[in-house]
């Protein structure tokens, strides 16, 4: 039988309410005729009302009990979902991340998972019963409970869903797909049917918060299809698969598919190298946005603040310890253009820099990956940045709205060409 894996964020299981209509849904796939495995994130706020809670009692936690603490969210979720749907009448079971066979890195608050192993969760199957299990958590080799970074459910999803050679992998939430931005903050943003890995991943690392980066490197890897889609809607969402053409068009032309920001970003001047690693110790696990040398030799890096555990405390102690050897720079936000192959064209990043720069934005600092264009801005100009990039960059009615972007994107494909 087909194995489907289906992931509810925290909105789509914040209450009762909410947790019986997941149910239903669930319910649904089950009678499609397919074996279903869910796994759930913690309830609405869980997971930051926790980790309030830690923070007020003490600055500066231990992690180990941060991960006893926060992995806690998600046992209640999946526990909550299977009563539900036993009470729907179907047999179901929760296991935790643990039970799951979900074998972690020792590094607390943000492990990478190292091996899976689905034995109980195919004995479960077998039995005919829906699989419920704790996202964003997992054992590490002393057997402690770890947990996978913010967002980190995704990747258990993704995980298992490799693991058990799922057909495909569904990301439920409260938003109904991929945008060409967040529409929170782009108005006529517009939700993309599909999108590649390649591009989703830089999307995600660059800040789309709709999928966690890693879980889509995880999908990439494994060559998993993922579906992003509304918890509460029959829209078939967006698909995320290996790239093809993705403008349909057969043409092979540099086009940017989505904007996507960072509001909240530390950027770590290390001035001498000699401290790097006691640097890097404290990120462990963080997902890196740049790591660059520096003009005088040493380091730059910028990572997410929301994936430091206690920020504040971080940058104190890296302070006090390194004094003069680093600066930690805050409130520094980016907007990133993403496409296949973006990072091939000098002449779209040099057109993002000046469209951001004539509207009065600092850019600090602004480099391409490969498919991918990044300007470093301060945090305030984030969301203005990116809604200039998309009104520039994103092709609404089949043309860009910008004649200096047509220009600068017929110059890229005669290059390429
Ligand atoms: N509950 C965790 C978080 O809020 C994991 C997740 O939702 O994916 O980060
Ligand atoms: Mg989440």
Not at 62 to 73: N, T
Not at 81 to 92: N, Y
Not at 138 to 153: A, D, F, P, Q
Request: hydrophobic content about 40%.
């Amino acid at each position: 039988m087909s194995i489907i894996v289906q992931k509810f964020g925290g909105s789509s299981v914040a209450d009762e309410d909410h947790i019986r209509l997941v149910a239903r849904r669930v319910c649904k796939t089950k009678r499609q005729g397919h074996d279903v495995v869910v796994v759930v994130s913690a309830m609405g706020s869980t997971t930051n009302d926790l980790l309030g809670m830690a923070n007020r009692l003490c600055s500066d936690p231990e992690y180990r009990e941060l991960d006893m603490l926060l992995s806690a969210g998600e046992r209640v979720s999946m526990a909550l979902l299977a009563i539900a749907l036993q009470d729907m009448g179907r047999s179901a079971i929760s296991l935790t991340g643990p039970q799951a066979g979900i074998l972690t890195t020792d590094d607390y608050f943000n492990a990478r998972i190292e091996a899976v192993n689905p034995k109980r969760i195919r004995d479960e199957l077998l039995q005919d019963k829906i699989v419920v299990v704790a996202g964003y958590q997992g054992m590490n080799k002393y057997g402690e409970v770890t947990t996978l970074g913010r967002g980190g459910s995704d990747t258990t999803a993704v995980a298992l869903a490799a693991a058990l050679d799922a057909e495909y992998c569904e990301i439920c939430s409260d938003v109904d797909g991929v945008y060409s931005a967040d529409p929170r903050v782009v108005d006529d943003a517009s939700r993309l049917d599909d999108i590649s890995h390649e591009e989703m991943l830089e999307l995600a690392r660059y800040g789309a918060k709709v999928l966690s980066p890693r879980a889509v490197e995880y999908a990439h890897k494994n060559d998993l299809e993922l579906r992003a889609r509304s918890t509460f809607s029959n829209e078939p969402g967006t698909t995320v698969a290996k790239s093809h053409d993705v403008n349909g068009d057969g043409e092979d032309s540099i086009a940017i598919t989505g904007v996507a920001s960072h509001r909240n970003l530390l950027w770590l001047q290390v001035k001498d190298n000699v401290i790097l690693d006691d640097v890097a110790k404290e990120l462990t696990g963080a997902t890196l946005f740049l790591d660059e040398v520096r003009d005088d030799g040493g380091r730059d890096l910028l990572v997410p603040a929301k994936e430091i555990a206690e920020p504040e405390a971080m940058v104190e102690r890296l302070g006090e310890t390194f004094g003069e050897r680093i600066d930690v720079r805050v409130g520094i936000g980016s907007v990133s253009g993403i496409g296949l192959g973006v990072g091939d064209s000098r002449e779209l990043l040099e057109y993002a820099h000046k469209l951001l720069t004539d509207a009065g934005v600092t850019v600090h600092a602004s480099w391409t990956t490969d498919h991918a264009l990044t300007c470093l801005v301060d945090s305030d100009e984030a969301d203005k940045s990116l809604v200039m990039l998309h009104q520039a960059f994103i092709d609404v009615e089949g043309e860009p709205g910008n004649e200096a972007f047509r220009q600068a994107r017929a110059k890229v494909n005669s290059l390429a060409g």
